[in-house]
């Protein structure tokens, strides 16, 4: 079971969109399921804001669950990404519905962590698929940490 596997409609993401003191950990739903998480980091690239990005796949639809996962480095990146992307469209599908941000429910780097490691998202094969986490700036396979 991939981290995906239905946490938007089971409740998970918190309703509340304002950033509490130690909030860093987003949801962004509306992600165009054609989307890769390469075609993502060409959008929202490496720049130290953030250390993890995860995209959940569909293998049996080859394509995005719709939302993605984003860890950011202290809450004042995060408040400000969710104020530069809160109802904006991705540059490849502008014709798509814009992306709802919320504070996702799993809060904080090793929390979420444990997280992908709890759904055995560290088994998957394909990179693609696979969490984008970054440690000094340089991206780290999630079996090494």
């Known amino acids: 079971a991939m981290w995906g596997g239905g946490w938007a409609s089971e409740g998970f993401a ?8 130690d909030d860093a950990t987003l949801m962004v739903r509306n992600i165009p399921t054609a989307y890769t998480q390469e075609r993502l980091l060409k959008e929202w690239p490496i720049d ?6 995860y995209l959940p796949w ?7 669950v719709g939302y993605a996962f984003v860890n ?51 088994r998957i094969k394909i990179r693609q698929c696979l969490p984008v986490i970054v440690q000094n700036g340089r991206r780290v396979d999630l079996k090494k940490l």
């Open 14 to 21: 918190s309703e509340a969109s304002e950033l509490c003191d």
């Open 48 to 53: 130290g804001t953030w250390n993890i990005l």
């Open 58 to 64: 569909n293998p049996k639809e080859g394509c995005n």
């Open 72 to 122: 950011f480095t202290s809450k004042t990146h995060a408040a400000a990404f969710q104020q530069k992307w809160q109802g904006q469209c991705l540059e490849s599908f502008s014709a798509e519905r814009p992306l709802d941000i919320t504070v996702a429910e799993v809060q904080g780097f090793e929390a979420n962590i444990a997280q992908l490691r709890k759904k055995r998202v560290d």
